[in-house]
Each structure stands twice: as structure tokens, then as C-alpha cells.
């Protein structure tokens, strides 16, 4: 895994800057190269190399073709690369190296735009086609790597993270208002949007071409060149496939493990892999896992480990926080290390989760994440599927649980979801912890919902299964999923350590999604296909029982924290230029006086302060 990073412009700008920002992403190689399109302006490639297949320098990026013509910077795995390579090799193709990056360069060369499908892995990358003046932006098709663009008159600007377009400006980009009421409806943002002006993050999917001979801001240079389609599927079908991912998803030089907790996922991943290679889970101390953000599956993890004859390597999570100074500063340290509006305190988790294996000497771990969202693993999705007998269960018990804090941050959701009229409100329903009339009551200029409803309209025209639980789905590939693999980058990579997903991958996405919605999910039994995979490995009992996990206990922090300490750190970030301070209070004194429980509204609040904070600068 690697960062990428530049520009084109008349102008010179600081591409050591640009490089040195993203070196937590390629610490074994940075560089850059440097090409004049004409005499007023130049095209500058960075790269930074975290070496995971062939370790020789010759595979260090940019990357020149044999012919001279064509010049690459990527980021990512491509996990049929050798495949790719023998078809090429039969077309005349000769290597020079035995890397992924040249493979991925000659294949680009030969199908051009069209061939880009036949690609299985992550990936974002820029290609120069100097001999057609023509610069290429390229995003997988899931979205697992990211990749930021930044377009203003005839100047571009791209680079893996924020920080690489800012270290090149020396300068942010102005926050962009109205993405401030999407934020508070989800705790992150659909994309293109990113949160600044004039700067997006490319769509999965999608690509940028840009002819360098013409002004950039005149050009119609996005394309979206992959969209899921209906294929012959059968749970035989996926799971011959699942084995195909995992295995391909074994291909390294350098040392791979996984991250196991315990549950459905990484315990069908655990089941193909078991002693090819290491397999690590946090260690079951209860208080220490839920002061660091865990929740433990430990003692299920030891036992299905034994089970499968793995050795289970326990790692001891430090812990992070101990008292309301250090909570805040790791609102402050998200709020940083995010970039955009992400509020999902589970990055720390993660970073320390990877910080861990990354001193052990590993590069690449797997992961199970992703297979909650292709395979229908959610309650809201049950609830999508059977919203109209829940309905029923639901006007009976609110009378009795109505008065109940803990289950109030459930019931207005409920309330908002029967109480919509069409699916894409119910979808939003479901997933964001205000109400429009909340929303509206905070923010101090005027509130628009429509161009969230603009973009999910959008994302389902171009949807092409029909039922109301796989537009679901089909919306959180674009939404959800995408701000778990952006956390899952971010928080990884942080550390120089590449994730993999082998559960999450653009084929098992088409041929879950072109199953009977029966053979996806029952009313008992979410994430069915996966159940009954690992059901030929693992007891009925182990596999149906409920997984606690992977959130951070944030209602003891919030009321740790107290009525006073969180008023002063809101007030402090100047939060009350763009949020109603009345209507704030009234959230936070309904919470302390126990009538409500408000803590992710609060905790939603503390962090979008402290972003507001740390990138407003008018």
C-alpha cells in the first residue's frame, strides 16, 4: 500500500511537501518525477512505496513503461495481477519486474479504460499517456482506496489524503457549508463531497481522463466506467468464489495475518486460512477493551480458534484513555487525523489495533469488515425487509419502553422511520440521530436536506436491483461502507500497515446482491449465506449467536465528561457561529437530566466542534 500525490498547473507548487505529508503511507521509498506538457505548464507525480510485492527498487514508483510513454503512481493491490500478467505475456508483453504496478501499467496500455473491469483488488492510481498529452485518475470499484481531487480554473491537484493537496497549497481549502447538515444527519458525508470547497474524493467506480491540451474546468473529465450488474448466482456459486478471494487475497513478500475477532467474518476467513498465517485478537481484558473502544468477543474467539487448530496470538490494547483530558484530545486527534467530517471514534480502535501488528513486523493484515453491508448483516436491514410486522411490535411496546433513556436513542429512529413516506427518507431515517426538525432547530443558517436527497436519488437511478432491502444495501455501498473503508485506510495506514478485505470485493457484492432477497436474509438469520458457509466448519451454536461488536462505550465517557466540561469545549471551538447554542443546550441539559439519552448526539457535537475548529480559518 502506497500514497500518491500531485499536480498540474502553470504554477510551481511544493511537491516535497506533498510527498513528505503521506510518508506514514510508504515509508520503504519516496519520489517523484516531473514533465513539462508545454512551455507554461508541468505535470509533477509523487509517490510513496510501502513494499508488498517484489521489494526490488526497480519497482519503485513513479513507474516508467518500457516504451517510455506512459508513467504511473498507485496505490493498492491488484490480486489477479498474475493472471493479467500471463494474458499480456501472450500478447507480446515483456517484464522487467515481478510487481503488480508494472502488470497493472501494460494492461492499461493494451485495453485501455475498457479493461479496467477485468482488475480484481483496491486500487487508486494516476496514468500519464504522454504521448497523447492525457492524465488519468482511477478509483477500484467498491471504493476501498481513496483518492482526493481538487480543481480550480486550469489547476489540479490530487493526492491519497487531504493533507497531501494542503501540504502542496500550503493552505486548506474554505469549509463548505452546506455539507454541515448532511454531517449532522449521518456523521459523515456521501461523496463526492469532502467538506471543503472545490475538493472531492473520486468516486468507486469512476475515473478522471484529462486532456492536458485543453483548459481542465471546460473538460467533461469524470466517468464512471463500473456499474454492479445481475449475474448467474447460488450460494454454490459464492462460495467458490469466497474461497477464490480469500486465497488470492494471500499474495505477498512480505509478512500477512489477520484480525480476528471471533465473529461470522473473519471466522470464515480464519476457516481458509488457519495456520498459512498468523492470526491476532485483543486480549480479554473486559475494563481494559472497553476503556480503549473494544467490546470482546475473546472468550468465542479462543474457542473457535482451538476449534480450526490456530494459534491465536492475543494483543494487550493500552490503555488510551484514562480521564476527560485524554477523551477530548482524542477528539481533537480524530477530528485531525480524519480530515473530512467523520465522526466514528471506532479510527482509534483501529489505528491501535494496527500500531500493535505493525511493531510485530507485519504489513498486511486481513480483515472480515465489509461483509455486514454485501451480505445483509445489519438489524436496520431486517428491518427494511420486514417493516411491516415490526410495525405492529413496535406501537405495542413503545408505551412501556417510551420512558426507558437507554432505549430512546432507538425509539426516535423508529418513530422517524414509520413516519417517512418513501425509501430513500426511511433509509435516512435509519441512519441519522436527528430529526429534520432537529437539524433545522441547530443550525443558524438555512438548512438543506435536498442535496443529500439530490446524491442518493442519484446513486439509486443507477441501481439496478429492485426491491427496497437491495437499494438498501446497493446505498450503502456509496455511503456506510465508504466511510468504514475510509476509517479503515486512514486508521491503518496511519501506522504503515496495509488492510485487506477478502469478504468485500466487486464480485461477491454482484453475486450477493443477485440472489432472492430470502436467500440473503430471514427474519432470524441476517447474513445468511455466511452462516451457512461457515456452518460446515463451525456448531449451530457458535455461528447463530450474537457478536457484540466492535463499538466504543461512549456513555460513560460523555457522562464522565459532564454538563460543564462539554459546554466549555463547544464553546471554546467556536461551534456557535454554525449551531444554535440554545437549542445545543437543550440537547445536552435533556441528557444530564436523565430524560433523554443524548451521547451521540453530544459526542456528535464535541467532534464536529472540534473539525469546525481545526479547518475554519475565515
Not at 362 to 375: C, N, P, Q, R, T
Not at 421 to 434: T, V, Y
Amino acid at each position: 500500500m502506497c500514497g500518491i500525490v500531485g499536480y498540474f498547473s502553470q504554477n510551481k507548487y511544493n511537491i516535497d511537501a506533498g510527498v513528505e505529508s503521506l510518508k506514514h503511507r510508504g515509508p520503504d521509498n519516496q519520489n517523484y518525477a516531473s514533465f513539462k506538457v508545454d512551455n507554461n505548464s508541468q505535470l509533477v507525480i509523487g509517490h510513496t512505496r510501502l513494499s508488498i510485492i517484489d521489494l526490488q527498487d526497480l519497482s519503485n514508483q513513479p513507474f516508467t513503461s518500457s516504451c517510455g510513454n506512459y508513467i504511473i503512481a498507485y496505490n493498492g493491490e491488484i490480486y489477479n495481477y498474475k493472471e493479467l500478467k500471463n494474458q499480456l505475456s501472450e500478447n507480446g508483453f515483456i517484464f522487467k519486474t515481478e510487481s503488480d504496478t508494472e502488470v497493472l501499467l501494460n494492461h492499461f496500455i493494451h485495453y485501455g479504460v475498457q479493461g479496467l473491469n477485468q482488475l480484481e483488488g483496491m486500487f487508486a492510481f494516476s496514468i500519464y499517456d504522454k504521448k497523447n498529452n492525457v492524465f488519468y485518475l482511477v478509483r477500484d470499484q467498491l471504493g476501498i482506496k481513496p483518492i482526493y481531487y481538487n480543481i480550480e480554473g486550469n489547476e489540479l491537484f490530487w493526492s491519497s489524503e487531504l493533507k497531501g493537496i494542503w501540504a502542496l497549497k500550503d493552505k486548506k481549502n474554505k469549509i463548505d457549508s452546506s455539507c454541515i447538515t448532511e454531517f449532522l444527519q449521518n456523521g459523515y458525508l456521501y461523496e463526492p463531497d469532502t467538506g471543503f470547497k472545490n475538493t472531492y474524493k473520486l468516486e468507486a467506480g469512476s475515473l478522471l481522463k484529462i486532456d492536458l491540451d485543453k483548459e481542465v474546468s471546460k473538460q467533461n473529465i469524470l466517468h464512471k466506467y463500473w456499474y454492479p450488474q445481475k449475474i448467474k448466482s447460488s450460494q454454490e456459486i459464492i462460495f467458490n468464489q469466497i474461497n477464490k478471494e480469500i486465497e488470492q487475497h494471500l499474495i505477498s513478500d512480505v509478512p500477512l495475518g489477520l484480525f480476528y475477532s471471533g465473529g461470522i467474518d473473519s471466522s470464515i476467513i480464519m476457516s481458509k486460512t488457519k495456520n498459512k498465517i498468523q492470526s491476532f485478537t485483543v486480549k480479554a481484558n473486559e475494563s481494559e477493551s472497553k476503556n480503549s473502544g473494544f467490546t470482546s468477543d475473546y472468550l468465542y474467539a479462543k474457542k473457535i480458534s482451538k476449534i480450526f487448530g490456530v494459534k491465536l496470538n492475543e494483543i494487550e490494547i493500552d490503555q488510551a484513555i484514562k480521564n476527560n483530558d485524554d477523551f477530548l484530545n482524542e477528539i481533537h486527534k480524530l477530528a485531525s487525523l480524519s480530515e473530512e467530517p467523520i465522526d466514528d471514534f471506532t479510527f482509534f480502535s483501529s489505528q491501535l489495533l494496527s500500531k500493535n501488528v505493525s511493531k510485530k513486523g507485519y504489513k498486511v493484515m486481513l480483515s472480515g469488515m465489509g461483509a455486514d453491508e454485501i451480505f445483509g448483516g445489519y438489524p436496520r436491514y431486517r428491518l427494511i425487509r420486514y417493516g411491516k410486522y415490526f410495525k405492529y411490535f413496535f406501537k405495542a411496546l413503545k408505551p412501556i419502553i417510551k420512558n426507558n433513556t437507554f432505549m430512546s436513542k432507538k425509539i426516535e429512529r423508529f418513530q422517524s422511520y414509520y413516519e417517512s413516506e418513501n425509501h430513500l427518507s426511511k433509509h435516512m431515517a435509519l441512519l441519522s440521530i436527528f430529526s429534520k426538525q432537529e437539524i433545522e432547530n441547530l443550525l443558524c443558517h438555512k438548512t438543506d436536506f435536498s442535496k443529500l436527497e439530490k446524491k442518493l436519488s442519484k446513486i439509486i437511478d443507477d441501481c439496478p436491483y429492485e426491491s427496497d432491502l437491495k437499494k438498501t444495501i446497493y446505498l450503502d455501498i456509496y455511503g456506510f461502507l465508504s466511510h468504514n473503508f475510509l476509517v479503515a485506510d486512514k486508521s491503518s495506514m496511519q501506522e504503515s500497515l496495509e488492510l485487506r478485505v477478502p469478504l468485500a470485493t466487486k464480485k461477491l457484492f454482484e453475486l450477493s446482491l443477485s440472489l432472492p432477497e430470502k436467500e440473503i436474509m430471514t427474519i432470524t438469520k441476517p447474513k445468511k449465506v455466511l452462516r451457512d458457509f461457515l456452518i460446515h466448519h463451525l456448531s449451530k451454536k457458535l455461528v447463530d449467536r450474537t457478536k457484540t461488536g466492535f463499538n466504543p462505550p461512549l456513555d460513560s465517557k460523555i457522562n464522565a465528561l459532564g454538563l460543564d466540561n462539554i459546554k466549555e469545549f463547544l464553546k471554546a471551538n467556536d461551534i456557535y457561529a454554525v449551531l444554535n447554542e440554545n437549542y445545543i443546550s437543550k440537547i445536552v441539559d435533556e441528557h444530564f437530566m436523565g430524560i433523554k439519552n443524548n451521547t451521540y448526539k453530544i459526542y456528535r457535537f464535541l467532534y464536529f466542534s472540534s473539525w469546525y475548529k481545526a479547518n475554519n480559518y475565515e
